[in-house]
């Protein structure tokens, strides 16, 4: 299983920017996929899940700015930013639990600059 996740970038406070975790060895429609954010000299923070069934689930920073898709034919899940804040800086990866294994993608960098 890997996941690649891609679509990170700088935008200003405000902006909003898509990100992309495309799947390959398994299916995003049949795996629950997460997305998190790694900040330096913090722990990793979970941001938004999408089930299997397709339910979402949001930290509550997020709820009302990002939204979490999925395209099965793609095989890609997507987390959409609005309303970027720098409080949103960080590494964002993306997660997902394959025969109780958890794999993690490579983290895509997101930058907000005031």
């Known amino acids: 299983v890997q996941l690649q996740a891609s679509g990170g970038g700088l935008v200003q406070t405000g902006g909003s920017l898509r990100l992309s975790c495309s799947a390959s060895?398994?299916?995003?429609?049949?795996?629950?996929v997460a997305w998190y954010r790694q900040t330096p000299g913090m722990q990793r923070e979970w941001v938004a899940t999408?089930?299997?069934?397709?339910?979402?689930n949001y930290v509550d920073s997020a709820k009302g700015r990002f939204h979490v898709s999925r395209n099965n034919d793609a095989n890609t899940v997507y987390l959409q930013m609005d309303s970027l804040s720098s409080e949103d800086t960080g590494v964002y990866l993306c997660?997902?639990?394959?025969?109780?294994?958890?794999?993690w993608g490579q983290g895509t960098q997101v930058t907000v600059s005031s």
């Open positions: 997660s997902l639990m394959c025969r109780g294994v958890r794999y």
């Open positions: 060895g398994t299916l995003v429609s049949t795996n629950g």
């Open positions: 999408i089930a299997s069934g397709g339910a979402t």
